[in-house]
T-cell receptor, first 111, second 114 residues
Framework: KQEVTQIPAALSVPEGENLVLNCSFT??????LQWFRQDPGKGLTSLLL?????REQTSGRLNASLDKSSGRSTLYIAASQPGDSATYLC??????????FGQGTELSVKP | NAGVTQTPKFRILKIGQSMTLQCTQD?????MYWYRQDPGMGLKLIYY???????DKGEVPNGYNVSRSTTEDFPLRLELAAPSQTSVYFC?????????????FGSGTRLTVV
């Protein structure tokens, strides 16, 4: 059974700092991995999707990497801003579209 | 473009009551999903559908039912509400399943069972 773990559960950084969020999964037979952002009381916004054949994806200040063999993904956020404060969720797709989610990392960026 | 619309946004139910959570998407996506999110946890899949007339169980289906009569609509039914069903419910859709190019989520329904 696929299990997804995110570390740390919460993170607080000063504005401007670069940071890394971690995601690990137990079954490497995945089709893709996705990172989402969730603001309090809101739905999920897709940030980056990495197909199993890819190593990384970039969007603006965000860079996500995937190492399928070791069951790890990282989300790198450059020059963090207070507006980046949110919960970040990692999810893997290894059963025909059904996502398995980690529990999320709650990020707080202090001005 | 509305995306995925969920109603209601909030609901309080008494134990034993029933209700239907509505979900509609206007992107002509084949795949639709219902997830629940408990406090401090990730999302868990309740039911999913790969097209009109086809539904299947996810990780936590007990106490729920779904139907998919049209491509656009995927309602979730709670027949006998229990306190354990207190959660935030999210509906999502995607164009395809395996090699999908991203999910679209609704804004959620916050359900409390008392």
């Amino acid at each position: 059974k696929q299990e997804v773990t995110q570390i740390p559960a919460a993170l607080s950084v000063p504005e401007g700092e670069n940071l890394v969020l971690n995601c690990s999964f137990t079954d490497s037979a995945i089709y893709n991995l996705q990172w989402f952002r969730q603001d309090p009381g809101k739905g999920l916004t897709s940030l980056l999707l990495i197909q199993s054949s890819q190593r990384e994806q970039t969007s603006g200040r965000l860079n996500a990497s995937l190492d399928k063999s070791s069951g790890r993904s990282t989300l790198y956020i450059a020059a963090s801003q207070p507006g980046d404060s949110a919960t970040y969720l990692c999810a893997v797709n290894n059963q025909g579209g059904k996502l398995i989610f980690g529990q999320g990392t709650e990020l707080s960026v202090k001005p | 473009n509305a995306g995925v619309t969920q109603t209601p946004k909030f609901r309080i139910l008494k134990i034993g009551q029933s209700m239907t959570l509505q979900c509609t998407q206007d992107m002509n996506h084949n795949y639709m999903y219902w997830y629940r999110q408990d406090p401090g946890m990730g999302l868990k899949l309740i039911y999913y559908s790969v097209g009109a007339g086809i539904t299947d169980k996810g990780e936590v289906p007990n106490g729920y039912n779904v139907s998919r009569s049209t491509t656009e609509d995927f309602p979730l039914r709670l027949e006998l509400a229990a306190p354990s069903q207190t959660s935030v419910y999210f509906c999502a859709s995607s164009e395809t399943g395996i090699y999908n190019y991203g999910y679209t989520f609704g804004s959620g329904t916050r359900l409390t069972v008392v």
